[in-house]
């Protein structure tokens, strides 16, 4: 549903906090694969992307997925 996930593994990363992508004007994800529709539609969601990069599959399949409601 794009809602953040913490895990235990969250504390051990060095990376670029939700709060920091929410704070930067453009935001580029590059993802592709059948098999990565789903994580790609609930990055979407999240509402921290600006762009996205995928492969016409990928593509294809997130057209049809169904349409949530904006927040």
Known sequence: DGALVEAALT???ISVSPGELTNTPRVLAVAGSSQKVGAIAAVSRSGL???LVTDDLAAAEL???PRRGRR
């Open 11 to 13: 504390a051990h990363r």
């Open 63 to 65: 057209l049809r997925l």
């Open 49 to 51: 992307i600006t762009s």
